[in-house]
């Protein structure tokens, strides 16, 4: 019969085994996430004349994206940009933009990014290559994507959120939007703030070691013996 030390250290081994899955599955982070479309919002800044650089926004997008913190080679995104949203601030301006010489919103009323491979760089930066489609034109870009935070949002009902930016610089004439050379360049840049939500229950969260339960506590040492 083996005495209470010995017990002891049985019974906290068993512990420890009994929350090994527990710990295997807290490795795997791999989750879908959805795009906020309140908090997501693509910029962009295009020279005006030489003069200036117009800036303008996108608000709306929506999309999936399917992350891990832990392996950014794992992550895809696709997200739709909703092009008749663009603000550039002024009515007429807008509607210029919307213009079929231009981005052709009636026709084209959407735009696409696909990923095809995410390149890591470290912890928290990657290249994210995809498929962009604008205007009906697909064409390869690649983002410089950063990782802000990866945690429960502190607001109800505190779901898990990743916050990104993303910048990238493409052609307008790769898109066929060729129209106003003089006035409108032709290299566009590109900033991305986005944040996505993960697609399940509010309290399904991946457990981690901060979680796990601890082991019982040591039982009292035996008496020591009369002599």
């Known amino acids: 019969m083996p ?34 479309p309140v908090h997501t919002r693509v910029m962009f800044a295009i020279s005006h004349a030489g003069l200036s650089k117009a800036l303008g926004t996108v608000s709306g997008s929506t999309g999936t994206l399917i992350f891990d913190p832990d392996d950014w080679s794992r992550a895809k995104v696709d997200v739709r940009v909703p092009i008749a949203r663009v603000d550039l601030g002024d009515a007429d301006w807008n509607k210029a ?10 026709d084209h009323p ?15 930066h990657a290249r994210v290559h995809g498929d962009l489609t604008l205007r009906g034109v697909t064409r390869e870009v690649v983002l410089d994507a950063m990782l802000n935070a990866a945690k429960r949002h502190p607001m109800p009902p505190f779901r898990r959120t990743v916050g990104f930016s ?5 052609s307008r004439a790769d898109f066929g939007i ?25 309290d399904d969260d991946v457990p981690t070691a901060d979680t796990l339960p601890s082991p019982p506590p040591p039982p009292p040492p035996p008496p020591e013996p009369t002599p």
């Open 178 to 202: 060729t129209a106003w050379k003089s006035v409108i360049g032709d290299e566009v840049e590109l900033r991305i703030e986005a944040e996505a939500t993960y697609d399940g229950k509010a």
């Open 166 to 170: 993303a910048t990238t610089t493409l």
């Open 3 to 36: 005495g209470p030390f010995l017990r002891h250290l049985l019974l906290r081994a068993c512990c420890l085994l009994a929350l090994l899955p527990a710990v295997a599955g807290a490795r795997d982070t791999l989750a879908e996430y959805r795009l906020d």
């Open 110 to 124: 959407e735009a696409r990014f696909v990923s095809t491979r995410v390149e890591p760089v470290d912890a928290t």
């Open 97 to 106: 933009t919307l213009a079929k010489s231009l981005l052709d919103a009636e």
